[in-house]
């Protein structure tokens, strides 16, 4: 067989879609799993816009929409934006994609390129400096901390800039963290941007999943401070349920969108147009379906925290954003023969049949991440069968080391 293409020995496949992957293989095996891995709603896509899709097949809206996406959506975009943030897009400056995740790769491949640095901070969802590598570029990679809650600031990500930094890509709320930038943090990152010439991405694909009334106008501070070097990467995936119908887009100059439409209409062309009349009725219609999971992510999240609490070897902080618990397994690790948490994350599998991420994936090591994007009813069963888990290896190793 000839060889493949050098970037494919570069780019594994998704860690995070590997343990979706794994439950997926157990439970057709007839295997019981409790999935704390999936990175996505267990909610329905909201009702109306479920009719939207279904009006749309009836209309027989089935042919090809423009590459870039229907004019109509992307006002709807623009006039989401212009409602949240106050900030004024054309509709010029909007490619409607599959997914945020095309969104960023469109971007990537549009502003990055041999020899380029874009810097980014860990622990990462790893599509981000994957993304960069096909891009022919390197990612310089900055850790957060969690002792400062894995807030992502400023000071590192500058001090990270070298000749050769060509971008820089935040990510907030964060997955896997949930943490958030601070408006005057991206202020800080943004002037030296703008004095640098040095792009913006900002991936916001979990902007409608934050908990708390804290100031979060990242496109009103981009806007101000840098406009034409930033690229807003949103998704209707996480805020509306919608994950399987792919509708993402990004905004930004007008060059720069020309360049990601032009990327697009080579590589998939547009997003369905069933997925494209649906996500218009997403943007525009009520956004009461979007507060009421919110609440309900809120209610779980505390009451998840507070299971966990019963376990002092399980280090959690509570997230500002997304439907994550990163939790810090570090204390567990030292106890029977778990090296790594990717060694937990197997044993937990195994034996108590819950599965995780762990920490290695998002490049964080000593961590797992629990996703709480699930019913209350697993999460209880889910972070007791955890904490059995936990105690019966600390038995377990306490009883070995006195033999
Ligand atoms: C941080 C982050 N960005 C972007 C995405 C992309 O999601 P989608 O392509 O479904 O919009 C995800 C999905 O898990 C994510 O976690």
């Not at 057709?28 to 891995?37: H, K, W, Y």
């Not at 195994?350 to 699930?374: K, L, M």
Request: with cysteine; hydrophobic share 45%; charged share 20%.
């Amino acid at each position: 067989m000839p060889r493949l293409a050098a970037r494919t020995a570069r780019i594994p496949p998704s860690p995070t879609m590997q343990v979706t992957a794994t439950v997926d293989r157990l439970r057709r095996a007839g295997t019981e799993v409790i999935d704390f891995g999936a990175g996505e709603p267990d909610f329905p896509t909201p009702a109306p816009v479920k009719a939207a899709g279904r009006a749309a097949i009836d209309a027989d809206f089935t042919k090809y929409t423009p590459a870039s996406g229907l004019s109509e959506l992307k006002r709807a975009i623009t006039a989401r934006y212009r409602a949240d943030y106050g900030v004024d897009y054309a509709e010029s400056e909007v490619v409607v994609t599959a997914g945020g995740k095309q969104a960023l790769f469109n971007a990537a491949l549009s502003l990055f390129g041999p020899g380029d640095e874009v810097v980014t901070h860990a622990p990462y969802w790893p599509t981000l400096p994957e993304q960069v590598k096909l891009a022919d570029a390197a990612p310089v990679i900055v850790r957060t901390h969690a002792e400062e809650g894995f807030a992502i600031r400023a000071e590192p990500i500058l001090a990270a800039i070298t000749p050769r930094t060509r971008g820089i890509i935040v990510n907030s709320p964060c997955n896997p963290t949930g943490s958030l930038i601070a408006e005057a943090e991206l202020a800080a990152i943004a002037d030296l941007a703008a004095a640098r010439g040095i792009w913006i991405v900002v991936d916001l694909c979990y902007e409608k999943l934050i908990y708390d009334e804290v100031p979060h106008n990242l496109p009103k501070v981009l806007a101000d401070r840098c406009r034409d070097l930033a690229v807003l990467c949103g998704s209707a995936s996480k805020a509306y349920a919608m994950t399987g119908w792919r509708c993402g887009w990004a905004i930004g100059p007008a060059p720069v969108i020309a360049a990601a439409g032009a990327i697009q209409s080579h590589a998939t062309s547009n997003v369905s147009s069933i997925t494209q009349k649906a996500a218009i009725e997403a943007l525009t219609g009520s956004q009461a379906p979007v507060a009421a999971m919110l609440a309900e992510y809120r209610t779980r999240r505390d009451q998840l925290l507070a299971w966990l609490a019963e376990e002092p070897r399980l280090g959690c902080r509570r997230p500002a954003g997304a439907f994550y618990l990163f939790v810090d397994v570090g204390a567990v690790l030292s106890i029977d023969g778990f090296r790594t948490s990717a060694d937990f994350a197997r044993g937990l599998l195994e034996e108590a049949r819950v599965a995780v991420t762990p920490g290695e994936a998002f490049d964080a090591p000593g961590f797992i991440r629990i996703s709480y994007a699930t019913s209350m009813d697993l999460l209880r069963e889910g972070s007791s069968r955890l904490l059995a888990f936990v105690r019966a290896h600390a038995d377990a190793s306490r009883a070995g080391a006195s033999r």
